[in-house]
């Protein structure tokens, strides 16, 4: 019988479990028959779960336990736990609501379904039910959702439609590791020719791409001493992991200087202009790397903080302040920024494994964000990020990235959701579970940076130009 659960959403679910994983389905309820015994007696002491609920509004929603089901009658203790939404009346809506009180995450009771949080949260069932015309009217209940479990300032209509009649209910359990078919098809999926033209990967390509980078710098007639690359991303995407990773390769060795991380909120809470310096030669780079608050669902960066950004007007440091934004009367507003204190680059940082789930608020955020760039002409590139869980080959050896069928896949979905040629897609690979650097991920994440810095000065060239014309005509108006 078919599995409800489509790979976009096993992929979502996996990104919030935060570890490679697959799953195989253990009691699905149009199968084996909407029975709590039945549950148990297949899902008892199978360890981790995800249990999945499809209501006939077409929204789908869930829970996760790390902890097995049992049927003791008493609750589950889980700091892991966390209840889901993936869809909503038909759209693509992932939400994840954290455990709060993780000694009541789960009920173990042998005549009841799934069940979640002391209150309960979600109770889906009790005893036996059977279909009507093909849907299962659960004789449980989800007005509790907020009891255990962080709501998010949802609530259980926005999660579940308050709606138990579902046109199934499934149950997997969760395995370490990547899902040997899905591993099997990615073998399959490498391609004898890259699918982008890119230098080899060697320790020759390495070298040259460090020199390169040490010894940019924008043109003196600018003016300007390093270029500015603003790394715009939602929670969780890779942003800072990003600036980590080039300071680990120039370092000589792994290094986290930004806070970095998947959490609920953004960890960014600072508006920085990181330098990089190079350990070798005891030279800063003329690149700064500059970082913001990530995106999130429940917080919408305000869209004028972002043209002072763009333009120059906020300092280093400046401590964001969500119930007060950035405005020309905010202390250290710079009044007469100069080019050197503009964005001459932008790079959104998109985890490359949840494309499909990406949640419309925060497109809607991006594509504002984007328009404010296209008035000012600023480039924009992609940092495509975490591709390793897109393709089990690129997470045993980066080289393999433009080998992908996977990634091509990828990076022409983004392409299209970002209005961007597919060549400003720049795939790569942060340091994250690494210990140490591995050369193929250097040179990726090089080559988009090298790239990124040609971007910005092809704007600071136009921006010369500008002001050049502008002054002419200035001084053509006063004679």
């Known amino acids: ?90 759209s693509s809506n992932p939400l994840k609501l954290p455990v709060n009180d993780s000694t009541h995450a789960g009920y173990g009771n042998s005549g009841y379904g799934p069940t979640f949080g002391g209150g309960h949260d979600i109770h889906t069932f009790s005893g036996t039910v059977s279909s009507s015309g093909g849907t ?37 359990q969760v395995k370490d590791g990547p899902s040997p078919t899905k591993t099997k098809m990615a073998e399959s999926s490498l391609l004898d020719k890259p699918w982008r033209k890119f ?50 390769i120039f370092r000589g060795k792994i290094t986290s200087k930004a806070r970095s991380g998947s959490f609920e909120h953004s960890l960014t809470t600072v508006y920085r ?90 497109l809607k955020q991006m594509k504002a964000m984007q328009s404010r760039m296209n008035q000012r002409n600023i480039p924009q590139v992609v940092y495509l990020t975490k591709l390793d869980k897109v393709c089990p080959m690129v997470e045993e050896d980066a080289g393999h990235m433009f080998h992908s069928s996977a990634v091509r896949e990828a990076v022409d979905k983004i392409a299209d959701v970002m209005g961007l040629p597919r060549g400003f897609v720049l795939p790569i690979k942060n340091y994250e579970s690494e210990t140490i650097l591995d050369q193929n991920i250097d040179i990726l994440i090089l080559k988009a940076l090298k790239q990124t810095a040609d971007f910005a000065d092809d704007y600071m060239e136009e921006q010369v130009e500008k002001m050049a014309a502008e002054n002419g005509q200035g001084r053509k108006e006063k004679e």
Request: overall charge negative.
């Open 199 to 248: 230098p080899e990967f060697n320790e020759e390509t390495a070298h040259k791409l460090k020199e390169e980078l040490v010894d940019y710098g924008p043109d003196s007639e600018t003016g300007v001493t390093a270029a500015n690359i603003l790394l715009i991303g939602q929670i969780g995407a890779g942003k800072s992991s990003f600036f980590n990773s080039v300071n680990s």
């Open 1 to 90: 019988m078919t599995e409800c659960l489509e790979q976009k959403y096993r992929d979502q679910l996996i990104s919030w479990i935060g570890k490679p994983c697959h799953f195989q389905l253990l009691y699905k309820i149009s199968r084996d028959g909407c029975s709590g015994p039945t549950f148990h007696q297949k899902c008892d002491g199978q360890g981790a779960t995800v249990t999945v609920l499809y209501n006939t509004n077409k929204t789908i929603y869930g829970g996760y336990l790390s902890q097995s089901w049992n049927s003791s009658g008493a609750y589950i203790n889980d700091p892991n736990a966390f209840l889901f939404q993936l869809q909503y009346n038909g």
């Open 136 to 172: 299962f009217p659960l004789n449980g209940y989800v007005r509790h959702i907020g009891h255990s479990y962080n709501s998010i300032g949802q609530n259980s209509n926005s999660i579940t439609n308050n709606n138990l009649q579902v046109t199934d209910l499934e149950v997997y």
């Open 273 to 362: 202009k990181y330098n990089v310096k190079d350990h070798n030669s005891g030279q800063t780079l003329k690149i700064r790397l500059c970082d913001t608050r990530g995106l999130e669902e429940d917080f919408t960066i305000d869209s004028q903080e972002i043209s002072h950004i763009l333009d120059g007007n906020v300092p280093d440091r400046y401590q964001f302040n969500p119930s007060a934004p950035f405005t020309t009367e905010t202390f250290g507003f710079i009044r007469n920024p100069h080019l050197g204190d503009r964005i001459h680059c932008v790079a959104f940082v998109v985890d490359g494994s949840t494309i499909d789930v990406i949640p419309e608020k925060i």
